[in-house]
């Protein structure tokens, strides 16, 4: 009789039978096709060095080897584009700019990158003495020779600028070498910023912050539900708003009406008139937590983003949804608006930053580099430039299309938190309570900043959710998880000589992800 199984054992039964049967080829490589090999080498020999092919290169132990050309007075191999065999090909400097006659490979030259153009500038060819080298007719060709005769076969050119191997001495060996590898310029001097005051209030972690344009005060929203408004000169408590039934995430200020606009994990989104403190419109329409807002400079335009994956663009006015701006595959953590193209940036935990067109509703490019959540983004004040922030970089790029700049590495935590100043300082905020300052042109990080938390506090209640430069910019304001929110300034005793800048001009390694 046979026994019966349920289809689940059989299939395990089955799966378990294919892998004894598979076990012994199991993790092992693939056996490398001769053929094959071959032609990827000469399909990748003719589309990297295609250009190059044409120049005469400097062939080790030629003449020893008794190899093709004997006859040929400078000793070089001429190369075809489309050989099949296994080729022993000599290229030398960097792709695309062509090698100089007499130059070999060497470890230094293997590793060159696609240099810029003023990388490129700066290399040249460094031949040991020799007697050729005193040969008044054999001269080797340096990179502004390369750059003009680059189209040209060597045989074409008239005798006058005949180019020839240079032998060095004794081993036959030159190298092309950087004269000097490019490098990070100075930073500008920053003075140090240091705690002057510590405001306190709140009953819950204080999420958001913002200051309004007239500079006489700012406002803060919390996860005890709450919008407060503090002096900013005074650091007292002038207002506290309810009204929102979980936390307060983000807050902002019109600077072209007396609206305050506020946004929560409740769905939320409040515009409250600050003549009679109250709410005076809801835009309803996100169908989860909304984690983030900011208003259009130059039209009555607010755009919120949320854990629903969506931002949205409301009319001030009409309390209308213009747009749902769909496209990140989860919650969007932070938006911005700028009057110049693109007009919408937004920054997700799906890792990428969408730039969006504002008109259409549609996304114009999505920026994919970085490997962890953007809880934050910044635009630069006078740059044409914006910073985004995640626990893997902050990244540094360039408007309207999202060039990758630079990163700035070093902040080893999850930033939630970004700011400038026209200044050229940048401010990240971490979970861990860590604050580090940046010079934003060269990524120098001038200062780390960890203050305690305030009595009474468990030290794992350290943590920065938000920071903001007030309008004059001598100020920085951070919203903390201790229920305070702390102010910082520059230290105005503090010089170069006294905080030096402790600098080193390393090599650039800008990686772009």
Not at 5 to 23: A, E, G, I, N, P
Not at 316 to 338: D, E
Request: charged share 20%; glycine share 8%.
């Amino acid at each position: 009789e046979v026994q019966k199984h349920s289809v689940h054992t059989l299939v395990f039964r089955s799966l378990k039978r294919t892998h004894d049967m598979f076990v012994a080829d199991n993790a092992k490589p693939i056996p490398l096709d001769e053929e094959s090999h071959k032609v990827k080498m000469a399909v990748k020999l003719r589309t990297e060095y295609g250009s190059v092919l044409h120049m005469p290169t400097l062939k080790e132990n030629l003449r020893e080897k008794g190899g093709p050309n004997t006859g040929d007075p400078y000793g070089h191999k001429q190369y075809s584009g489309n050989q099949g065999q296994e080729l022993e090909y000599l290229i030398t400097g960097t792709h695309p700019y062509p090698p100089g006659p007499g130059v070999a490979l060497t470890a230094d030259t293997k590793v060159q990158r696609m240099p810029s153009e003023s990388a490129a500038q700066s290399l040249a060819v460094a031949l040991p003495a020799s007697q050729s080298r005193l040969d008044a007719n054999r001269t080797a060709a340096g990179v502004g020779d390369i750059y003009r005769h680059a189209g040209i076969s060597e045989r074409s050119q008239p005798p006058g600028m005949s180019v020839a191997m240079v032998e060095a001495g004794g081993n036959k060996n030159s190298a092309l070498m950087a004269k000097k590898a490019p490098t990070m310029p100075k930073p500008q001097w920053h003075p140090p910023w240091k705690l002057y005051r510590v405001i306190s209030g709140h009953l819950g972690w204080v999420r958001c912050i913002a200051v309004e344009p007239g500079n006489q005060w700012f406002v803060t929203g919390s996860a005890d539900r709450t919008i407060k408004i503090w002096d900013l000169a005074s650091g007292k408590l002038k207002l506290s708003l309810t009204g929102h039934i979980s936390t307060v995430r983000g807050v902002i200020v019109s600077a072209r009406s007396p609206y305050l606009f506020s946004c929560g994990e409740d769905k939320q989104v409040k515009c409250w008139d600050l003549e009679y403190n109250k709410v005076i419109r809801h835009y309803h329409g996100h169908l989860s937590a909304v984690y983030g807002l900011d208003l259009h400079p130059t039209i009555d335009v607010l755009v919120t983003c949320s854990r629903d994956s969506t931002a949205r663009i409301w009319d001030v006015r009409t309390k209308a949804s213009v747009h749902t701006l769909s496209g990140h595959t989860n919650a969007v953590a932070t938006v911005k608006c700028q009057a110049a193209e693109p007009q919408i940036i937004t920054g997700s935990h799906d890792t990428t930053i969408r730039l969006w067109d504002l008109v259409a509703g549609k996304t114009r490019v999505t920026l994919t580099n970085h490997k962890k959540s953007v809880r934050a983004v910044v635009l630069h004040p006078r740059h044409y430039t914006f910073a985004s922030g995640s626990p893997d970089n902050i990244k540094q790029w360039k408007f309207p299309d999202g060039n990758f700049i630079q990163n700035l590495s070093g902040h080893n935590a999850i930033i939630n938190t970004l700011a400038v100043n026209s200044d050229g300082v940048l401010v990240s905020g971490a979970d861990n309570g860590t604050m580090h300052l940046w010079d934003w042109r060269t990524g120098y990080n001038f200062q780390r900043v960890h203050a305690a938390v305030q009595p009474g506090s468990l030290d794992s209640e350290s943590g920065i959710f938000a920071c903001v430069f007030d309008q004059s910019e001598s100020r920085l304001l951070t919203a903390e998880a201790d229920k305070t929110i702390k102010v910082y300034k520059e230290d105005d005793t503090a010089t170069e000589e006294t905080h030096p800048v402790s600098w080193k001009p390393e090599i650039i390694k800008r990686k772009r992800f």
